[in-house]
């Protein structure tokens, strides 16, 4: 880390970076910019900007809905970054004079049966114990709030305070206001650390991190679909909709161009395969909430690969016995909501070598000693088949 050096004052040497960032998706860049803008000499290396998770990401900004058992720490974490969006929205549009889709309406949870709903209600209850802002409505309040829904809709709740952004418009907003700020993109892909030389490098190479650092990170697949609404005009809805369906779990998410993003499955694989009974089982999901969805446009279908960890959560500083190597990987469904808080804490590090204590639970070295699986990764975790937020 640069301990000792003033963050408005650049390294005296040029010719070496002070800062080397791998990987230009949300996180890289948004370490990038904020690097940059303290006056560090910062170089970025990613032969594709933005095509890795979040290329495939919804761009829901869900720390309450998204609070799930047995992830204390990491919803503490969501928090944090959640809190910091409204800002971090304002300061990048006028950084890079880029509109990002920043949407505040909330998110609605839904449940199609009772089943569903019963299977919904449990997790609430586990929100609302921790403090969050959860509000149970019946089925008439829910279709106060959007008429598109089904009538067999049994009942849902609100989380207010859960918002959306597009992350198709967030990493080119991201790369402009790095590269203003001083940062210096180079289109090059990197295979070993020892090919970068930097006073600093901070690896954000989503499930390429495996391979340069040995870390734990598995690729998780996520089929997602587009959807458009005919005749160009914006979706019947507007909030983001959590649906349970008949024991199928799906989101769906209106943009006001007419777009709505549909997804997503949580599959254990490494291929970017679309497959025709994922596409049947989002699509069968959605239109039993939401009837109109039947007659807009399939627009698109697409897989990608969340960078997954055993526990869920990101992997964030110090390698073991590298400090000047900094990890910013591992976020898996929570890449576009911790973004802000990424960024800040990693650069914070950086400039000061001091960690912030909410570091403290994601360290590198909490899987010292995991066993190398397959691949040379430590043995991966199951899952559950859950939402992706990203």
Same mark, same amino acid.
């Given at each position: 880390?640069?301990?000792?050096?003033?963050?408005?004052?650049?390294?005296?040497?040029?010719?070496?970076?002070?800062?080397?960032?791998?990987?230009?998706?949300?996180?890289?860049?948004?370490?990038?910019?904020?690097?940059?803008?303290?006056?560090?000499?910062?170089?970025?290396?990613?032969?594709?900007?933005?095509?890795?998770?979040?290329?495939?990401?919804?761009?829901?900004?869900?720390?309450?809905?998204?609070?799930?058992?047995?992830?204390?720490?990491?919803?503490?974490?969501?928090?944090?970054?959640?809190?910091?969006?409204?800002?971090?929205?304002?300061?990048?549009?006028?950084?890079?004079?880029?509109?990002?889709?920043?949407?505040?309406?909330?998110?609605?949870?839904?449940?199609?049966?009772?089943?569903?709903?019963?299977?919904?209600?449990?997790?609430?209850?586990?929100?609302?114990?921790? @403090? !969050? #802002? =959860?509000? &149970?409505?019946?089925?008439?309040? +829910? *279709?106060? %709030?959007? $008429?598109?829904?089904?009538?067999?809709?049994?009942?849902?709740?609100?989380?207010?305070?859960?918002?959306?952004?597009?992350?198709?418009?967030?990493?080119?907003?991201?790369?402009?206001?790095?590269?203003?700020?001083?940062?210096?993109?180079?289109?090059?892909?990197?295979?070993?650390?020892?090919?970068?030389?930097?006073?600093?490098?901070?690896?954000?190479?989503?499930?390429?991190?495996?391979?340069?650092? @040995? !870390? #734990? =990170?598995? &690729?998780?697949?996520?089929?997602? +679909? *587009?959807? %458009?609404? $005919?005749?160009?005009?914006?979706?019947?809805?507007?909030?983001?909709?959590?649906?349970?369906?008949?024991?199928?779990?799906?989101?769906?998410?209106?943009?006001?161009?007419?777009?709505?993003?549909?997804?997503?499955?949580?599959?254990?694989?490494?291929?970017?395969?679309?497959?025709?009974?994922?596409?049947?089982?989002?699509?069968?999901?959605?239109?039993?909430?939401?009837?109109?969805?039947?007659?807009?446009? !399939?627009?698109?279908?697409?897989?990608?690969?969340?960078?997954?960890?055993?526990?869920?959560?990101?992997?964030?500083?110090?390698?073991?016995?590298?400090?000047?190597?900094?990890?910013?990987?591992?976020?898996?469904?929570?890449?576009?909501?911790?973004?802000?808080?990424?960024?800040?804490?990693?650069?914070?590090?950086?400039?000061?070598?001091?960690?912030?204590?909410?570091?403290?639970?994601?360290?590198?070295?909490?899987?010292?000693?995991?066993?190398?699986?397959?691949?040379?990764?430590?043995?991966?975790?199951?899952?559950?088949?859950?939402?992706?937020?990203?």
């Amino acid at each position: 880390m640069l301990t000792g050096r003033s963050p408005s004052t650049p390294s005296d040497d040029r010719a070496r970076p002070d800062v080397a960032v791998v990987g230009a998706g949300p996180i890289g860049l948004s370490i990038a910019w904020r690097c940059a803008a303290r006056g560090l000499r910062v170089v970025v290396h990613d032969p594709a900007s933005g095509s890795g998770a979040s290329a495939v990401a919804a761009g829901m900004l869900s720390p309450v809905a998204e609070a799930y058992f047995g992830e204390r720490q990491l919803t503490e974490l969501l928090l944090a970054s959640a809190a910091r969006w409204p800002a971090f929205a304002a300061e990048l549009t006028e950084a890079s004079g880029v509109q990002l889709g920043y949407r505040t309406e909330g998110t609605l949870v839904v449940g199609l049966t009772g089943d569903d709903l019963a299977e919904a209600r449990r997790l609430w209850a586990y929100q609302q114990g921790l @403090g !969050l #802002p =959860v509000t &149970p409505l019946r089925p008439t309040e +829910l *279709r106060d %709030r959007e $008429p598109a829904l089904a009538p067999r809709v049994r009942g849902g709740a609100l989380a207010s305070t859960d918002h959306q952004v597009d992350p198709r418009l967030l990493v080119p907003a991201l790369r402009t206001a790095a590269q203003r700020a001083g940062a210096l993109l180079v289109p090059q892909a990197v295979r070993h650390l020892s090919e970068v030389d930097a006073a600093v490098t901070v690896v954000a190479a989503g499930c390429g991190a495996a391979d340069l650092t @040995g !870390l #734990p =990170v598995r &690729p998780v697949k996520g089929q997602i +679909l *587009r959807l %458009r609404a $005919p005749g160009g005009v914006a979706p019947g809805f507007r909030h983001v909709i959590r649906g349970y369906a008949d024991g199928e779990t799906v989101y769906l998410v209106p943009r006001t161009d007419g777009e709505v993003v549909l997804g997503a499955t949580v599959e254990e694989r490494s291929d970017t395969t679309v497959t025709a009974g994922a596409v049947l089982r989002l699509l069968r999901a959605s239109v039993d909430l939401l009837p109109e969805l039947a007659e807009y446009d !399939l627009v698109e279908t697409v897989a990608g690969l969340r960078p997954g960890t055993p526990d869920n959560a990101p992997i964030l500083g110090p390698l073991p016995g590298r400090p000047d190597v900094l990890a910013a990987t591992g976020h898996h469904r929570h890449g576009i909501v911790l973004t802000p808080v990424t960024a800040d804490l990693i650069a914070d590090l950086v400039t000061t070598g001091v960690a912030d204590p909410l570091l403290t639970p994601f360290q590198p070295d909490r899987f010292a000693g995991a066993e190398p699986g397959p691949g040379g990764r430590p043995d991966q975790m199951m899952e559950e088949d859950r939402w992706n937020s990203r």
